[in-house]
């Protein structure tokens, strides 16, 4: 298991794109929870994913990056900008990419018009969006229906769709909340060799249940349960903490068993 830094650095001198000190989330109002409870976090370039139980606080981690949900204490900072600030969130929105779990849309618009509309909103030079979309499309694989109307696509169309508008303004950080359901196995691994070439360039984060798809796509796991930071290390780190004793089908998801069965509130931790 890697130890998790927690001293401050200052932006302009190490190379984390996303990161967080103490950070805390708090939801459902005066009477709610943390959904995010003292998380310290270093991530840089390169494909993450993310992973924990239902209610471990995935979703609202991945709100909070992308600047949907507001931090309730600590600290966070993205590509160099620190959250909270009375400074305007627009000129660090337009160099990210979210893919929410589940995301609205105009069931009229076409393809690319949806990804066109996206690309508007995220205040892209007039002229660069016709180029920049048709790469999108042709990198999901959707070049081909770009003037079909979403409505009349499947669910894994749409998934990727949704996966287009959130690459389309080339993101430094990417978060991508559980961008596999729907998908088809083909689809899927097409989607891993997508987010390996993307994270060349970028800080991919994925939110995931599927435990194999971190084992295949991912070169950094981190582990969530209760809010807290369970482990981050690499899928072979996470795969070797787990033993025979311990549920699952494969090395890595008995790791992530049994990093969850000794996680925060359970006995043995």
């Given at each position: ?61 991945i ?52 990804v ?22 042709e ?15 499947s ?60 084992a ?6 981190v ?35 049994a ?11």
């Amino acid at each position: 298991m890697r130890a998790v830094g927690a001293e401050e650095v200052a932006p302009t001198s190490h190379p984390w794109e996303i990161q967080a000190d103490g950070l805390v989330v708090r939801v459902g109002g005066r009477r709610g929870r943390n959904a995010v409870n003292e998380l310290t976090l270093r991530l840089g370039r390169g494909v993450h994913g993310l992973l924990g139980p239902n209610g471990a606080g995935k979703t609202t981690l991945i709100r909070t990056l992308a600047t949907v949900q507001k931090p309730s204490a600590g600290s966070l900072s993205l590509l160099g900008t620190p959250l909270g600030r009375a400074t305007g969130l627009r000129p660090l929105r337009r160099r990210l990419g979210y893919l929410p779990q589940h995301f609205g849309y105009y069931k009229r618009f076409t393809v690319r018009e949806f990804v066109e509309y996206l690309a508007w909103l995220k205040e892209m030079p007039p002229e660069a969006i016709p180029g920049a979309v048709q790469r999108a499309l042709e990198k999901v694989g959707l070049a081909d229906r770009a003037d079909d109307r979403l409505k009349t696509l499947s669910g894994g169309m749409v998934r990727r769709a949704g996966i287009a508008q959130a690459i389309v303004n080339d993101p430094e950080v990417l978060l991508l909340d559980e961008p596999t359901v729907g998908l088809d196995p083909a689809q899927r691994l097409s989607f891993r060799e997508l987010v390996a070439e993307l994270g060349q360039q970028a800080c991919v984060l994925i939110s995931t249940h599927l435990v194999e798809d971190v084992a295949a796509a991912c070169t950094d796991v981190v582990l969530v349960s209760e809010g807290s930071l369970v482990f981050q290390g690499t899928p072979a780190e996470l795969a070797a903490a787990g033993t025979t004793d311990h549920v699952g089908d494969s090395p890595i998801e008995r790791g992530y068993t049994a990093l969850l069965s000794a996680g925060p509130g359970r006995s043995g931790w």
